[in-house]
């Protein structure tokens, strides 16, 4: 392990603590783009409580090895920025890819989704998922599919018993 001075053990704890402690990390490389650009980038990043900052390779690489993180270190190189979101993975995601889409120079290095290292393809289908919204109201609505169909059953029989009433009602009148 590298030796750090005491003035940089602080910044390498708090890039430990948010490696572990958020559920979905990116690293980015932002070179090239512009000042109101990357200013764009983190209002995204500020209203989606994402936290996002420039970080030094050596002090992420160090911190990756203490939290005990394996395959950051290929991408470790140029410039790299850290997108950390500690609650929705979705979110940090979906803003990271719709803004390289629309930004060619803000290059998607890798993620670390609860501890495991994922690649640029894994980021881009966890930002086509829907919002944790959805996804609840489509399993709540899969939940009560089948209870509103035994309701249905049930309307049906009842609804079949005052069908054959009435039948038998109008038959007699008709005798």
Do not use: W
């Amino acid at each position: 392990m590298a030796v750090i001075r005491p003035e940089k053990a602080a910044k390498v704890a708090e890039l430990k603590e948010l490696l572990t402690s958020s559920k979905c990390t990116i690293l980015v490389d932002f070179c090239g783009l512009t000042v109101a650009q990357d200013t764009e980038l983190r209002r995204k990043m500020r209203e989606a409580g994402v936290k996002y900052g420039v970080v030094k390779n050596t002090m992420l690489r160090i911190a990756a090895e203490e939290a005990g993180i394996e395959g950051l270190e290929p991408v470790l190189e140029h410039n790299t920025a850290i997108a950390a979101a500690p609650e929705d993975p979705v979110a940090v995601a979906k803003i990271i890819c719709e803004f390289a889409k629309a930004n060619e120079k803000l290059v998607v290095k890798m993620g670390v989704l609860d501890g495991k290292v994922i690649s640029v393809e894994e980021i881009k289908a966890l930002a086509a998922l829907p919002p944790k919204e959805v996804l609840i109201a489509k399993m709540l609505g899969s939940m009560n599919a089948p209870i509103s169909g035994f309701v249905n059953v049930l309307q049906g029989t009842i609804r079949n018993v005052v069908y054959a009433l009435e039948a038998v009602r109008q038959q007699k009148e008709s005798a």
